[in-house]
Every structure is written in C-alpha cells, then in structure tokens.
C-alpha cells in the first residue's frame, strides 16, 4: 500500500505491485479486489480524488494544474470524475468549502481464522468442451442474479432438458462457467455460460466454448441458496489462497449445483497454479 500511495501522481505499475506482493499480476487483481472489497483500479482513483480534494479546498494552485497532477488531461475530464465521487464540482467546492468524500489508506491486518475447514481437491485435466448458450451479466454479491434467472428462464425447460442429455463429463450437469470479469464492485459485467461438460457435437440452437487445460482446485459446500454459493466464493479468495501455496490463473470457474428446497449443494472449480 505504500508502494501505491508513493506512486499515485504517476502511473501505479501493477506488475511492480504483483512482484512486490510475490503473486502475478492476475492474482494480485483477484485478491486485491476479494480482500478490499473494491477493484485496485478503483481504489487508485478515489485515493487520487482524495488528494485532489484536499488541494482544491486549501486554495493553492489552479485547477487545472491540479487536474494535471492526477492524471486529468482536461478541466471538464476532472471535473467529471470529481463530481462522480465528491457530488459536487471542483469550482464550487472550492468557493464554498463543503464537506467532501474520502478514500482512506487501506490497511490490511492478520486476523486468525480458519477454525472451519474447507474440503477442497486439486484436479489435473485436459482442455474439454462446454456446450450451451452464454450472456454477459452484472455481478450481484448478495441473494439472486436478475440477469442470470431470466437468461436460464428464456432458455427453455425443453432446450435444458436435451442440453442435461449431452453431458457427459465431470461435473456431470448443468454447468456454470463465468469469467473475463470487469472488476469486483457490484453491476460490474462477467461473461456467463450455462451449459454441460461434453464431448458431443453442439446442436445448432446452442454454442461451444473449449476450457484448455488447467490445474483445478475444486471446492464443494452445502447449506442455504444462494448465501452458500456466494460465501465459497468470498472464501476461497480471502481464506483459502491465503494459506496456501496455489494461486489463481487467468481462466473461466466452474460451478455445478444441486438444489433440493432452500438447500445447495455445490462445487467450485478454480483454475490454479502452484
């Protein structure tokens, strides 16, 4: 973090970041975004925006040099961003000096946890086939996706039922894979695919998507739906990587999941490297 706030009036250098860390760069973002609740990218800007507002109100300096210090190349791109996070304009919070947001410095502390173990196991698997139909949706951290329970709805009972009869792969089923997620905030976009390991040929009303070959750590849990599906997610990121040795790869997860009344039974597939 004090790499970052020594470079926020330049390029923050992300790689440099990850190497500080000792992740790469794609876990980095990962565990950045899973343990601050906010995407680094974000987080830089609204610090940003914090030191710029401290300048605008102490009355020192134009605002366009200001502007140009963060990383604005206009008044009108400063203002903008400035008003998106402070509610006001930089012009009138300097000529009344109202009260302004603030992104504080993070910290990260160690809390001891872990009591709870976590069955998990690691899978070594070939590239395979996925076929269904896919969408882009918004993330939603807490209760069910709008986006996703209308896209399986316009699917159709009698489309899912002949895409259940083509799996014929691990984890046998309906299958949700996700990826080339925007970010970690709520309504940013993922793709969404839902769909059933296979080796047959896609029918013509449906797609393919191929999953290289990855290590997997595969991670299952029961209790209430949806709570349970999106608690292992916060998990693995915020427990799990931390106390071991494996780190996140670029790569779509896997979810299968059971539901039996308010009860989900689950597995989480996360490509991994050691």
Known sequence: MAHIEDNLDRDVDVKQLARIAGSSEYHFRRMFSALAGIPLSEYVRRRRLTRAASEVLSGHGSLLDIAVRWGYGSNEAFAR????????????????????????????????????????????????????????????????????????????????????ELADGEPGGIVALTGNQEGNEEGDHLDYFHGVVTSREAPEDMETVTVPKHTWAVFRSEGPFPETIQFMWRDVYTQWFPSN??????GPSMLHTEIDGDVARAELWVPVTS
């Open 245 to 250: 040795s494996y780190e996140s790869v670029e």
């Open 81 to 164: 961003a400035f008003k998106g996070m402070h509610g006001i304009g930089p012009q009138e919070a300097r000529r009344t000096g109202r009260a302004l947001q603030s992104q504080q410095v993070l910290r990260f502390k160690l809390i001891v946890e872990g009591s709870a173990s976590m069955e998990y196991r690691i899978v070594e698997r070939d590239a395979f086939r996925v076929v269904g139909r896919g969408t882009r949706v918004p993330l939603v951290h807490l209760g069910m996706n709008p986006a996703i329970v209308e896209f399986v709805k316009g699917i159709g009972m009698p489309t899912l039922s002949r895409m259940k």
